[in-house]
């Protein structure tokens, strides 16, 4: 069993920076690709960014090429979201989300079977 906590959101202009962190627990990470999601109001959950288990590559929804960026310290068991130039369309609950060992990456938030209880991160105009 994996639990995972987010934290790191929060209100931020237009522009500006955040940085999230997924901190797990009762496994180690190293075998697990993780992803981030995240939800809007009225909105289905969409894929963000994930990071494989295997080689460390990454994987961007075009929305956010170029601004945020996925890394793992697999030595703290933690997983980071570190986003730049954030917009006001950027706003939502963000999850982290852990896949099961050693599996081929995916970007369908079905596939993913530990998740975290969200941070919300609100950009303002």
């Known amino acids: 069993q994996v639990q995972l906590v987010e934290s790191g959101g929060g209100l931020v202009q237009a522009g500006g920076s955040l940085r999230l962190s997924c901190a797990a627990s009762?496994?180690?990470?190293?075998?697990?690709?993780m992803g981030w999601f995240r939800q809007a109001p009225g909105k289905e959950r969409e894929f963000v960014t994930l990071?494989?288990?295997?080689?460390?590559?990454?994987r961007y929804t075009d929305s956010v090429k170029g601004r945020f960026t996925i890394s793992r310290d697999n030595a703290k068991n933690t997983v980071y979201l570190q986003m730049n130039s954030l917009k006001p369309e950027d706003t939502a609950a963000y999850y982290c989300a852990a896949d099961r060992p050693f599996r081929i990456p995916t970007t369908r938030p079905t596939a993913y079977d530990y998740w975290g209880q969200g941070t919300q991160v609100t950009v303002s105009s």
């Open positions: 009762g496994r180690t990470l190293s075998s697990y690709n």
């Open positions: 990071i494989s288990w295997s080689d460390g590559a990454t």
